[in-house]
Each structure stands twice: as C-alpha cells, then as structure tokens.
C-alpha cells in the first residue's frame, strides 16, 4: 500500500544510500562506548510516529556473541512450521540489505524495501532536523521500523529479532519483547561494550523486559551472575539448559548430522556445525515460549504428538547460510565465521572427519578479534594458509597484512596473503586441486563476498 509520499528513491542502492545518511554525517568513526555515545531516542520517535508497537504480535529478542542468527533462524522456522506466520530481522546480511528480513524465511523484495523507505523518509527528515551536532537516527533503527511497518502489512504474528553487538543500546531492542535469549557471551567488541566480560554480558542482559521470561545457553559464572541480577531486577523468569537439555550429537549424515533431541526424537538436520545443537536445543525452547501465548486454529497442544511433529519437520528443513556450509566439491569448500578461538575448535571439529588432503584454509579474521590466537589453530590441519580481507563492510578492519603475515608464520611456514576472497579461493584450489579441501574461517563480510562469487542469494531459507 503506497501511502502519498513523494518517491525519492527508485532502487535498494538509493534506498539503502539514504537510511545511512545521518550516521555517516554524525562523525561515528570516533564514538567510543555504546552507553556514551548510542541513543535510541530518535527510533523510538519514529516507532511512536507510525505506530509499530501498536500491534499485537509476539517478540523474542536474540543476543549474545556468537551463535545469535542461527538462533534466531531456528526459532523462526520451528514456529513457522507450528503454523504460524513468523518474521525474522538478523544483521549483517551476506550480499544484499534485503536478507535481514524475512516473513516465513522468504526475504522482502526490492519493490518492499524501497516502498518502505520512502514511506518512512519524511518522518526520518524531520527527526534529523531536530538533532543535536553529532547525534544521529541509527541505520538499524531505520531498518527496524521498516521491517515492523512490513510485517504489520503482512499480519505477522511472531517476531524474531536479533539485535547488534549488544543490547541495552541497541535500536531492535526496542520491541515488547516477551522473551530474550542469550547465546554464549564472551569478551568481544570492547571498545564499544567495556574491558570485562561482565561488562558485556550487562550490555547483553538490558534486553530482557519487565515480568518477561528470559533463556540461555550455558555461560560463564561471571556471564550467568550478570543475567540472572537483570533477570531478578526485571522480575523475569530466567531459566538456562544444561547439558542434559541439549541434544546429543549422533552421526554425521550426507548433508549434515544425525541429532537425538530426546523427547522429539531423532532428527536429520541438514547442518553441518555441531554447535547448532545447542542452538537448536534453545530455539526449541524458545518456540514453544512463543507457541504457549500465540493462538492457532485448530489449536495445537505441547502435549500431544502433532506438536512434536512440527518440531521435527522444522529442524529438518533449515537453512542457514555461511555458517560451517559446503560451498562445493572437487575441492571441497567449507565456509564459517569461526574468528574467535571457540568457534575455530568448533568448526575444526564439525568438519574434520570430512576433510580430504590437502587441506588449504583461507584466514579472514579482524584485528579486534584475537587472530594471534585463531591462526595456530588451523596451522596443524593445513598444508598452507593464506590470508585475506575485504572492504565490504567499513566498520571491520583486518590487520595490516605485513602484521597478519609475521604472526601466521610463527606458526606455519607456508603462509600468503591475497587481497580478495576470489584471488584467495583461486590460490586455495590451485593447491588442494580437485581431491583436497578448501577452510573458509572468515568474518561475515568475507562470507557475503564469498556468496557473491558463487552468485547465492537465498531468497527462500
């Protein structure tokens, strides 16, 4: 429905152009913690101008340092095939601004988005009018109340959304939330969240909501004191699984693993990561917190056998791009944002029954995350490695390549360095040939390059 604003904008570039005006004009390259310099004011004034929290619809909020978008993909697909109709917001996206949203995993269309934006532009002009020097409304702000305005077109009754780096500031923190869910925190983005763990996971825990229920996968003490303090001030009910709630790691298949969720039984899931049990088991849980206080017609009971069903049906039908997936074979091309020293191990192991000699690993890792500490971590596996980066997303900066190259070779002698992810893939399998295999550990950017090379969009998930 076309609303009588003037179209400014005829393409996403234009679109997408525009949402980041304010913050590039705001000077953010120089803001410091989030608590100082991020205000969600302005997106909240937007919220309120077009009515986006006026609907009744249920909000789960995702957060924590790794694991947050499968989360969030899990539980939207577990409830969509519960029967409802599901809208999921992740960040970052890989090749197009278009992913971050989607309505029962089908991502917006170009036509939507520059719609929506144009809709939202005046409203937009006018907060930017009366902001201070140096303030900004949030890109991700934008983003939310495009995503808000289409889901209420679409009549979606359940959102899943994952905030950013944190949470407390973050604009997708805004919604009613009902409930929040935490993956595994550790110490990362300090320069805009605190020098401590504890400092973080307080960030992360400002998501949970008054008389809300909060879940989390297993933390650190210093973690789970944090966000059970949060839970305790919000007066929620704050509940994590413990290892005999996970689901146990049974084979592994053609085109993933083989997982007995106890209860629901054993499932394929076409996913190759062994930490997506985890996140798995959560998004279960997750689901059915949703699914108690959604209705449905016919209704659909927790107790009985149809239930488990649908459950079923929705971890076996996942996808989640990026994330430790098969690009190809002959070589075989596995890909992963494994930057940090947990998620390398856990990539290591998920693939390494697979691995075909020789085996040749392409390191993207960002000089805010500890590279000293991933490289040797593919050293013992890798026939060579080979260092790159990309420019996709300005905000991630790698290590000066002459830096990155002294600290691989303490651990491996063979070690090289390749502008782009294409030149790297291209130096990758001229080593490996057709029988070896190829490790992708790289940041998200390098991902969405990646996914552009092989001309993958996934526009249904």
């Not at 003037?6 to 608590?35: C, K, P």
């Not at 939507?112 to 144009?118: A, E, F, I, S």
Request: with cysteine; hydrophobic share 40%; aromatic share 8%.
């Amino acid at each position: 429905m076309q609303t009588n604003s003037t179209v400014r904008f005829t393409t996403e570039t234009e679109a997408i152009t525009y949402v980041f005006e304010s913050i590039a004009a705001s000077g953010w390259q120089n803001r410091g913690l989030d608590e100082q310099t991020r205000d969600t004011h302005p997106t909240q004034k937007l919220l309120e101008i077009h009515h986006l929290l006026n609907m009744r619809r249920e909000y789960a909020v995702v957060t924590g340092s790794k694991g947050k978008g499968s989360v969030t993909a899990l539980t939207a697909k577990l409830l969509q095939s519960l029967g409802h109709k599901v809208g999921m917001v992740t960040s970052p996206h890989l090749t197009t601004y278009r992913q971050r949203f989607r309505i029962n995993g089908k991502m917006i269309s170009e036509a939507d988005l520059v719609r929506l934006v144009n809709e939202l532009a005046p409203s937009i002009d006018v907060i930017r009018a009366g902001l201070r020097e140096g303030q900004y409304i949030s890109p991700q702000g934008i983003f939310l109340a495009l995503a808000l305005k289409w889901f209420d077109e679409n009549d979606v009754t359940a959102a899943i959304i994952e905030v950013g780096r944190g949470g407390r500031y973050d604009d997708n923190a805004l919604v009613p939330n009902a409930l929040a869910l935490f993956t595994p925190i550790i110490l990362e983005h300090v320069r805009y969240l605190g020098p401590s763990v504890e400092r973080i996971a307080w960030h992360k825990a400002g998501i949970i909501k008054p008389h809300s229920y909060a879940y989390s996968l297993p933390q650190s003490p210093q973690v789970m004191q944090v966000l059970s303090q949060e839970a305790e001030k919000q007066n929620a009910t704050f509940e994590w699984l413990a290892p005999m709630d996970m689901g146990r790691f049974v084979a592994s298949t053609e085109n993933g693993m083989r997982v007995d969720f106890g209860r629901y039984g054993i499932v394929d899931m076409p996913m190759l990561g062994r930490y997506e049990i985890e996140n798995a088991s959560l998004a279960i849980w997750a689901a059915g917190n949703i699914h108690a206080r959604l209705p449905l017609n016919p209704p659909l009971s927790h107790r009985g056998p149809e239930y488990l069903v649908h459950i079923r049906e929705g971890l076996e039908s996942i996808l989640w791009p990026g994330r430790c997936q098969q690009l190809q074979d002959k070589p075989q091309v596995f890909i992963d944002g494994a930057i940090n020293t947990t998620s390398a191990q856990s990539f290591i192991e998920s693939v390494r029954h697979r691995l075909t000699q020789p085996v040749v690993t392409i390191l993207a890792v960002p000089r805010d995350r500890d590279y000293p500490a991933v490289y040797p971590m593919f050293a013992p596996i890798s026939q060579s490695l080979i260092l790159t980066e990309t420019d996709r997303n300005i905000t991630i900066k790698f290590p000066e390549p002459e830096a990155a190259l002294a600290e691989a070779r303490k651990h491996h002698a063979d070690v090289t360095y390749q502008p782009n992810v294409a030149a790297a893939l291209d130096a990758a399998k001229a080593k490996t040939g057709e029988g070896g295999t190829v490790l992708m550990a790289v940041a998200q950017p390098v991902i969405g390059d990646t996914m552009a090379l092989y001309g993958l969009v996934y526009e249904q998930i």
